[in-house]
């Protein structure tokens, strides 16, 4: 399964960004980018320094600046014309540091703001202190579990549901230290098999689900499709072979089809 798209988050303080219009959907935009910290500009202003050119654009109705812009080699948005988009502006659910964006491709910027409304009744209003919090503890996870994969392990343990530091749950500032031991969960070697009905990947298990984004690689049969193979982490090995190896470290799930 390919992406329309690559999520990416672009850090834009001090950047120029070019908008170009008027109304409502131009101030808008113009929020958004202040928000970011832009250093907003029209069509034909150039930057205070040379050198800081501006590589995006958002265009609101105003078709005829979207082919210039783009001849200039900068990558524009098009509001309301995803057809003519180099890139799309999601909606954002803001737990500063923690962001969450949510992108249609262009196709509903209602269905993208109803699953940001929902996303925002859900989240903890302090998940960024969450974020803060582990950012500052890194150096003692990292004492107590030296080998990245075990630390892994562990703070996949300690985010998941029920876990000490459950995402969903407010954080309380002291949790969020790493737990004396390992989780039992964790063991040095595993393998979980997993034999699936459906090549729908919205049709897995919540806990198959789990397996697939906590494994540290996933074998796999040569009918599998690639769409129930893009739901494990992104880093996992993907080992297409008849019988799964046994004696690899960490998870190892093993995906058949029935």
């Known amino acids: ?26 101030a808008a935009k113009r929020r958004l980018l202040e928000r970011a ?50 890139f799309t502006l999601p909606a954002i659910v803001d737990r500063n540091p923690v962001l969450v964006a949510i992108g249609t491709g262009g196709a509903s910027a209602g269905l993208a703001a109803a699953l940001r409304q ?36 562990a703070i996949a343990a300690a985010l998941a549901p029920g876990g ?34 459906s090549p729908e990947p919205d049709d897995l298990t919540l806990r198959q689900a789990r397996l697939l984004a906590n494994a540290d690689r996933v074998t796999h049969g040569a009918n599998v499709p690639s769409a129930i193979l893009d739901r494990a982490r992104a880093d996992a090995d993907r080992l297409p072979c008849a019988v799964p190896p046994i004696d690899l470290p960490g998870l190892t799930v093993d995906v058949r089809m029935a």
């Open 1 to 26: 399964m390919t992406l329309h798209s690559l999520p990416i988050f672009v850090r834009l303080n001090g950047r120029a960004v070019i908008l170009v219009g008027d109304g409502e959907a131009a």
């Open 118 to 153: 929902r996303l925002e009744a859900l989240l903890p209003m302090n998940l960024g202190r969450l974020a803060d919090a582990l950012y500052a503890a890194r150096g003692v996870w990292r004492g107590r579990f030296p080998d990245a994969t075990a630390r892994r392990r």
């Open 37 to 86: 910290g832009a250093v907003i500009l029209t069509e034909n202003e150039r930057p205070a320094s040379p050198g800081d050119d501006p590589r995006l654009a958002i265009v609101v109705d105003d078709e005829p600046a979207v082919a210039r812009l783009k001849a200039r080699g900068i990558l524009v948005n098009a509001v309301d014309r995803p057809e003519l988009c180099d």
């Open 164 to 197: 000490t530091l459950d995402v969903l749950r407010d954080f309380a500032d002291d949790q969020a230290l790493p737990p004396t031991r390992e989780p039992s969960d964790g063991g040095e070697r595993r393998v979980e098999r997993m034999v699936l009905t």
